[in-house]
């Protein structure tokens, strides 16, 4: 059974850092997709960064562009989102996804939270 579970979630201040976590199990996660969604409240969800099976950043969004960077490490099925001089809007639930076999899999998300 897929399996996807965020971490590292919080609150934090305007021009801080935080780093996420998505590990992996019940999949082969060092042949898939991975991305990083978020939804703010009253939002849809959005897009946040990919990055293919085999490490190469495939997108970031706009408005993450230069703050934000994807990682993974396909040995311990862990996928990171380093987060860095965070803005109030970046306020959002925080969502793993994996595409594997033309199939979207979820994590529960973890919530961050920006705010002085």
């Known amino acids: 059974q897929v399996q996807l579970v965020e971490s590292g979630g919080g609150l934090v201040q305007p021009g801080g850092s935080l780093t996420l976590t998505c590990v992996a199990s019940g999949v082969p996660f060092s042949s898939s997709v991975m991305s990083w969604y978020r939804q703010a409240p009253g939002k849809e969800r959005e897009l946040v960064a990919t990055?293919?099976?085999?490490?190469?950043?495939?997108n970031h969004a706009n408005a993450v562009q230069g703050r934000f960077i994807i990682s993974r490490n396909n040995a311990n099925n862990t996928l990171w989102l380093q987060m860095n001089s965070l803005k109030p809007e970046d306020t959002a639930e925080y969502y793993c996804?994996?595409?594997?076999?033309?199939?979207?899999?979820w994590g529960q998300g973890t919530q961050v939270i920006v705010s002085s």
């Open positions: 996804n994996m595409f594997s076999s033309g199939k979207d899999y």
């Open positions: 990055i293919s099976s085999s490490g190469i950043i495939l």
